[in-house]
């Protein structure tokens, strides 16, 4: 079975700073995805980023890059410059090839102070 | 509109009493899922749909949840005899197709509160 652990909560982080997002996961299969989201007060989810089991390079996307050590089973979201609007929960996720269906995380709370 | 839309946005009903949500995926998308998300948690996977094949119902957490999906189009989560453990909001998915990698559309969802 497929595992997703986010051991931080809530993280507090000054704007126009970074901030890592911790994602550790448990699978045995040796393709699977990785994805990042987004959930602010409204409740949508926004995707944010991907990054498969063989790519060789750690995805990046505008201000969010993901950090991706495959040996250590983690995948941590990076976002730089941080801004008043990236306030959200953020929830990693996986999904393995058949179905491509989603195994969430608890989720981490973000909040950027001015 | 051109996102996946979800109806009713909000439902609120008594225990005992069955309900039906809709999902209305992106035009073209063959796959369909629903998640489920209790009050500050992660979303749970339900069942999920692609084209004509049997629907993947290992997510339901009880035989009380069933669904449909008519080819590649409208899909309803129909919850019967709800419980309050059912007060969640459930989100519908559709992607261009299940490969590994592709993004999956999300939908508002319907909050639904049961009493």
């Known amino acids: 079975a497929q595992k997703i652990t986010q051991t931080q909560p809530g993280m507090f982080v000054q704007e126009k700073e970074a901030v890592t997002l911790d994602c550790t996961y448990d699978?045995?299969?040796?393709?699977?995805?990785l994805f990042w989201y987004k959930q602010p007060s409204s409740g949508e989810m926004i995707f944010l980023i991907y990054?498969?089991?063989?790519?060789?390079q750690n995805a990046t996307e505008g201000r969010y890059s993901l950090n991706f050590q495959k040996a250590r089973k983690s995948a941590n979201l990076v976002i730089s410059a941080s801004q008043l609007g990236d306030s959200a929960m953020y929830f990693c996720?996986?999904?393995?090839?058949?179905?491509?269906?989603?195994?969430f995380g608890g989720g981490t709370r973000v909040l950027v102070k001015p | 509109g051109a996102g996946v839309s979800q109806s009713p946005s909000n439902k609120v009903t008594e225990k005992g009493k069955d309900v039906e949500l809709r999902c209305d995926p992106i035009?073209?998308?063959?796959?369909l899922y629903w998640y489920r998300q209790r009050l500050g948690q992660g979303l749970e996977f339900l069942i999920y749909?692609?084209?004509?094949?049997?629907?993947?119902k290992s997510g339901l957490p009880s035989d009380r949840f069933s669904a449909e999906r008519t080819g590649e189009s409208v899909s309803t989560l129909t919850i019967q005899r709800t419980q309050q453990e059912d007060s969640a909001v459930y989100l519908c998915?559709?992607?261009?197709?299940?490969?590994?990698?592709?993004?999956?559309?999300f939908g508002p969802g319907t909050r639904l509160t049961v009493l």
């Open positions: 998915a559709s992607s261009l197709s299940p490969g590994l990698g592709n993004e999956q559309f």
């Open positions: 699978t045995s299969d040796p393709s699977y995805g």
């Open positions: 990054q498969g089991s063989y790519d060789q």
């Open positions: 996720a996986m999904s393995k090839a058949a179905g491509n269906k989603l195994t």
């Open positions: 035009s073209g998308h063959t796959a």
């Open positions: 749909f692609q084209g004509n094949s049997a629907p993947d």
